[in-house]
């Protein structure tokens, strides 16, 4: 009887990561190509340093803050050899995130600190939804004033204190609009609230939700993950999030589709302290994405 399910012999068996597949094969598939997209399209664009290969993507857009950075395995291979050939292709100094669809094991040992394993988490399109409601005024950004309000929220809202004070550039660049579309809440002129979507592989990634503090409360976060997540309305729509902003996601039916490991190459100064780890879980703002949180010092975060 199993001999009968047997393929014939010497049959090619896809695998779903083969490089030359289908990135509709699955909406996995999917998620990990529109990840690797969003790594290497802005640093392409304004012509920092990138690479995009069978098995990985990274792109670098600055020195500081490794939200600023991402490497993104494109196949399930070895994580330790993703790593050095990082090393060989990218920037040696500057911090990353090393985001996997994949268990890893320790990357502590090639210098990596472990930040978490938050849920992918996916919408998909003719759901039906209730939109969520803000008294801000949400705006899709079309110029280089609009993009350093959104730039402003990020590094202020996030936060991102590696990039602080805000300087215009540190992260966004004007050429980031020909790839991604970005969009900030205002209460009159002040902006309080920002979301970035990046539609690649036929899924749109939602990204860089962040609220200021005084917007918090407000719906802000929701809605403006709804302006990104809805702006490619017939594909279905991606997120890494924080246990505790599922519930926001969850009202907006996306849905838990697996988790996710995430590491953090952080700047040399900061390695010793982060490398030092316990069991912990990570505690986010509900309002942005699970990146806010951050573990203390002398923590791991667990696997389960």
Not at 23 to 28: E, L
Not at 134 to 154: C, F, K, M, P, S
């Amino acid at each position: 009887m199993a001999s009968s399910i047997l393929p014939p012999e010497g049959e090619t068996l896809a695998t779903g990561w083969e490089a030359d597949l289908e990135p509709a094969d699955s909406i996995v598939r999917q998620a990990v190509l529109a990840h690797a997209s969003w790594a290497t399209d802005a640093a392409r664009r304004i012509g920092k340093p990138w690479y995009d290969g069978a098995t990985w993507a990274g792109g670098v857009l600055g020195d500081r803050g490794p939200l600023t950075n991402w490497v993104i395995p494109k196949q399930p291979v070895d994580p330790a050899s993703v790593v050095a050939e990082v090393a060989r292709e990218l920037p040696a100094d500057v911090p990353y995130l090393f985001v996997s669809a994949w268990p890893t094991g320790d990357l502590r040992p090639h210098g990596l600190a472990l930040a978490g394993h938050p849920p992918l988490m996916v919408r998909f399109p003719d759901t039906v939804t209730t939109p969520p409601t803000t008294d801000l005024d949400i705006r899709q950004v079309t110029d280089a004033t609009g993009l350093a309000d959104a730039e402003r929220v990020l590094i202020e809202g996030y936060p991102l204190p590696e990039l602080q004070p805000f300087e215009p550039g540190s992260v966004y660049d004007p050429t980031l609009l020909e790839g991604s579309s970005v969009w900030v809440g205002y209460d009159g002129d002040t902006p309080l609230a920002t979301a970035t979507a990046h539609h690649a592989a036929g899924l749109t990634v939602v990204e860089n939700v962040a609220v200021m503090p005084t917007a918090r409360g407000r719906g802000a976060g929701a809605a403006l993950t709804w302006a990104a997540t809805i702006h490619h309305p017939n594909h279905p729509a991606a997120l890494i999030a924080s246990d505790n902003g599922q519930p926001v996601y969850t009202r907006l039916n996306y849905h838990r589709l697996e988790r996710w490991t995430v590491w953090v190459r952080p700047n040399h100064k900061h390695l010793p302290r982060l490398l030092k780890t316990s069991c912990t879980t990570p505690i986010a703002n509900p309002e942005a994405d699970w990146s806010r949180a951050r573990p203390r010092a002398g923590t791991t975060l667990c696997t389960g």
